[in-house]
Every structure is written in C-alpha cells, then in structure tokens.
C-alpha cells in the first residue's frame, strides 16, 4: 500500500450525550447491577468504535476507552494495588469493586490522589507503587482487540500507555529506584506486546507524551533501553511510539529510537517540529504519524495550511511512511457539533469536535493520496475555507477600541502606585482591621432552591424581578449569618453564578456557550466550557448590583468577587487566532473596568480568583518563565489600577506552589487565601523560604468533606503557620468556596474557626 494513512489516538468517552457518565452513575448509584453496566459500557465502547469507522477512519485506536481513567487502568492491569486497598483484591483480574474504590474511595480506604495529566484539564488517578507485587491481571488491549475484531470485523490499533510515562506519573518509589521497576514491568509489557502479536496486530500505539518534558540523559538512556527491549521481546508487531501536548525534547535522538513508528505533534508549540525535520530529515526505515489536527481545540481546522505542512513534509518523508492524524487523543474536545442548535451560524460553521477532526483527518489523507493540493478544484476546502473566512469576518472578531486598550496594557507595567510596604499602612489606616482577621473565599452553599429559582429564571418561568428579589433574600439571609458569626470581612455569597467563569463569559462580549460540548475532567465529572470567539468587550458592570446590595446591609467591609483573566482564559476553549497572552490582556482590560466599576461604587476590597493560574504552566521548564510573566502581567492589569487604601485579595486553589511563589509576589496582591489544608506543612515552609511578606491566610479547613472541623484542629494550623509567618499578616479563612456544601456544616465550621481566631487575638 502506497498511501498515506489516516488514524486518530483516541476518542472521548463519554458518549455524546453523555449516556457513558450516566451509566456509571447509574451503576454507582446502585440503579443498576454490574452485568446491565458491563453490558451498557460494551455497547458504548463499540458504538465508539463504529462511529470512528464511519468517518472514515482507516486505523481506529482500541483500548483507549475505559470505565474511569486509562492510567487507573495500567495500573489496574499490572495488579498495582495500594495496601489499604488489599482487602478488595483476590490476587485475579481487578473488579470494579476494587477499581472504582481506588479511584472513588471506599468506606475503609482513601482514594488514590488525582492530578492532572500534562497541560490539560483532565486529571488522572495516581499511580501508586510498592502495594502488591506487579503481575499481569489481564492482558486488556488484547482483549479489547479481540472484542472489536469479533464484533465489528474492525483491526484496531491497541493503544498502550508506555512504561517510562507511566513511572514518571507513578509515586511511592525513590526516583533511583526507577531503573528496578522498569525492570519489574518491561517483561509484563512484553507479555501484552507478545500476545498482541500472536493475534494479529500489526501496530501498537504506544503513548509516551512524557518525552515532550525536558529529560536528563540518564532519562533518555533508559528510554532507549525500554524500546530496544520491547522490540527484541515482539520483533513481529510495529510499535508506533506516540508523543503529544507539544515537540519531543531533543528531536534528533528521539526519532532514532528503536521503534517502527514516530508519532509527533505538529500543532501548537509542536510547530517547531517541521522546522527539525527540514533540518535534520526523519529516518528512512520509520513511519512518522504527523499530529496535525489540533486534538486540544474545538475549532475547524485551516485545511489549506495544514496541506502546505503536508506538502513540505511529502517532499522528505514518502507519504507512503505517513499517518496524518490528530495532534493527541480527542478526549480533550467534545463528541460531536451535531448536537448544537443554538450557536450563530458563523461560529457553528468554525467548530469542529471530535467527530469533525476525525473527517478532517479522513480528508486531508485522501488529498495527499490524491495528489489534489489544489484547493479552489476541491468542494470541501472551499467550504473549509468558507466557514474560516466567515468566522473571521464577524465583526465580535475585531474590535479595535479593545485591541488598543488591550495592546496598551500589555505594554505597560501595570504596577500599582505604591510598592506594598506603604500600601499596607494606609489600608491598616483605613480598614482598623483586628489581628487575624476572618474572611470566606467567597461562595456560600447553592441549595437546591437557589438551582431551582435560576433554572425558573432562566426558562422564563421567572421574572428577572423576582429573581433579582430572590437573590437579594439570599444575600440579606447571608449577610445576617456573617455577622451573627463574627466574621471581619464578609462576601455576598455569589448566589447569582453557577459557575465561576460561565458567569462572566455571558456578561462579556466575545463568548459563546455550547448546549452539549462537554469534555470529560475526571471520572464522570465533565465540564462545559466557555468558547471565547471574539474579542472580549466589557459591556457594563457584572457585579456591582449585588456587592453593593450586599455593603449597604452591613458596616463590615464586603469583599467584590471577580474570577481573573488567567482563570477565565484556562478554563475555556480560546480562538487560535490570537496567542493566548493576547487574550489575556483582554480579558484582563475588562476584568480592570469592572474593578474600577465596583471601586467607584465603594467597594474597596476586591477579590479576584485566579485558582488556574498553574494550568496553563507550559510542559517545558525553559518555557515556564515566559507564560508567568504574561499571566501575572494579565492579573496587574485587572488590579493594579486601584487606589492606594483599595485592598486587591486572590485567591488560589491547591496546586504545587514551589516553583511559583516568586511568581505569586509579583501579581503584588494586598491578601492572597490558598487552599492548604490538605499539606499545610509544605506549603508553609515554601512560602517562609521564599520570605513572602504580603497578607496571606492559609486555608485552615478543608472544604471538600462535610464534617465539621473543631476549634482545636483549626488552631494548630493556624498555630504552625505563624511560627514561620508573620502573624500582622495573617489572615483566618477557609480552604476555598463553600457553595457545595450543607448550610448546617458551613454555619458550624465557620463559627469554630472565627472562635479560633478569637482564641489567638486574646492570647496575645
Ligand atoms: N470565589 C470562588 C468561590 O468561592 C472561588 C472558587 C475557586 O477557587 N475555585 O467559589
Ligand atoms: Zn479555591
């Protein structure tokens, strides 16, 4: 065969309306038993299957699919079961007892942590080892192989999580121990690669997006030992060595590894790849899988450019050693655009989800293989280019005022007008705030009532009056709390959002919302977010209706409630039209108008969010300086403006904050609160090393759990962490928001932990 040919890596799970979260909940619920979920999950998995076959796909991925997460299921399927876990484990093939409690928990055992994978918004269950001894439990991309062949005559392409990612994402060994627990697992990997070639599979995908991280030569060596190994162990199945989320570090030894396949990604950062192989060519014995549909990004692909890549890339590499293909698994994007009726046209024609990029793909081979690089003779690239050409000619796409303001900002330093020191004076001055003052992050508990008036309100059900009275009952309700608890500086409750960054985009311009386009986060937990398309216009004021209903039922200070410019751009699917520092800038202008907005209202302490700050951290170490400096640029801008006595809060959820505090320093925020109750230790020590000397209050309860932590617990970590930090400093509040959880709980917790101040202000 002399083509070209088209693949994809992997596919979303969930179903495109969702039927595979429901059916896990069901399961979970106990609504329905295990052989109703087995079978539920397997036509699924198959419907999956057959719908990639019937865009056209020529290789379709196996084994991608899974009931939680692949790297539980590595794993799962090397028998690495967590001691507290050994109870579950009869020795066999793991059950979805034991799965779904090392990824849940269960009444006896903590669930294994999660964490995100690479640079995405999903998470992944973390491996543990040094629990049972690794085994082969089943050999389950065989299985699954075998399942697609038998059911659907399909002859996937299994795909493998690979041995070296799976370790560098692993803990509960010392790092010089890696070499051991290769060894340990490299013959488990044979077995599957063994069998996998005994039944018949000519390719094996095997995932190792770790080689994208900047390695140490010792990492590099071991990765070669990996492979030579794994080809002496199966020399008959062709292993298609699969690297994504940005360029392979170091491109010249890489390719020269010994698999039968490359797979590179050549969006994005991955760009510079083109730029390697036109220097240094690619091997004349290997296939090379050129990632070039943007797997991390909703929208339709620029066909015309992506075949002047292909163009350059057939005149080094024949296209008969190509695969063109998705940049990485499309679990990042959603299933389908079929679903969505209510976006504008011209924004709908631009998008393209998973199904759609797998056409694109299907496409952009039967071009190369047809020798058709002329794109006015081909219908489908004219639309293509339509649908481009439109999108961009909308006028939300340009605005120029805004690009001004925004170019200006960037420009700027965007300091405030005093350095911190003499700003904490005047504010001292103004506030006359006690020792350890108490605050909230800022959401209070979203009852179901509250779901159900804004769900009356938006179905019209409602009138805009009666729910402006009803979340003002709320806030009055709130407030009176506040008070009777003794808090210094109180929230309004943020009743009126469900979610932080949806809240926002639909009072911008420049945002549009998908009905379906749901992505999976973790387990069966999806999100829906924003599609920022236009240029991001503050229109008129979001919140100073409440926050100053709110101030004008009390003397206390109340605390403005906005979500950072970083935080609104991570947690959204962004134009690729712009670089995203750009967007930022705009956002972040808004989110300034609106903190001007609320200053002017007399709203003078203003707490902006930004608890994603760390998800957009590049994968590479030599990059990370450049996007902190320009998200920390992006929070100066929304804040810096503010006079002197105005006091600039954020907040950040957990997140490995060693690599980040000088970064922290520098958005220059009067209070920063953080999520640490979880490892406070840690954290206290980085922030004492790093000497950071601005206003800052350590989570002093967990938020996630209902129980209601007693006075004594928050006091020893309030007490631990003013031994290392400056007790003037200090402030006293909870890890993050409260709205998911019980009034009753947060009522009782709230009031231990105003006593726990109460208790240290007396003692001084
Ligand atoms: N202000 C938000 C809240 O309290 C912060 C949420 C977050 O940190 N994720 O809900
Ligand atoms: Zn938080």
Redesign the pocket.
Known sequence: MSQAVNTSLGYPRIGLKREWKRALESFWSGRSDEDEFEKRMKEIRLSHLAAQQRQGLDLIPVGDFSLYDHVLDTAAMFGLVPKRFAKLDDGGKITNELYFAMARGSKEAAACEMTKWFNTNYHYIVPELGGTEPSLRENRPLQLFRETKQELGITGKPVLLGLFTFLKLSKGYAAQDIRQWIGKLLPLYAVILKELEQEGAAWVQIDEPILVTELTEEDRALVNEIYSYLRGAAPGVNLMLQTYFDAVDRYEQMVKLPVAGIGLDFTGNGAVQLEQIRKSGFPLDKILAVGLIDGRNIWRADLEQKLKVLAEITAIVPKERLWIQPSCSLLHVPVSTSEEKLLPDAVLDALAFANEKISETVLLTSLVNEGRWNSVEDAQLLSNKVALMELNTLPERRNEEVRAASRDAQQQDAARALPFAQRRLLQQKKWMLPFLPSTT?GSFPQTQEIRNARRAWRSGEWSEERYRLFVQEQIREWIAIQEEIGLDVLVHGEFERTDMVEFFGEKLEGFVFTSNGWVQSYGSRCVKPPVIYGDVTFRSPMTVEETVYAQSLTAKPVKGMLTGPVTILNWSFVRDDLPRDEVASQIAVAIRNEVQALEQAGIEMIQVDE?ALREGLPLKASQKDRYLQWAVHAFRIATASVRDTTQIHT???YCEFHDMIDAIRDMDADVISI?TSRSHGELVSSFEEHRYGQGIGLGVYDIHSPRVPSVEEMSNMIERALQVLDPELFWINP???LKTRGKHETVESLRHMVEAANQFRAAR
């Open positions: 992050i608890p907040h950040m959820c999520e890890d993050c928001g």
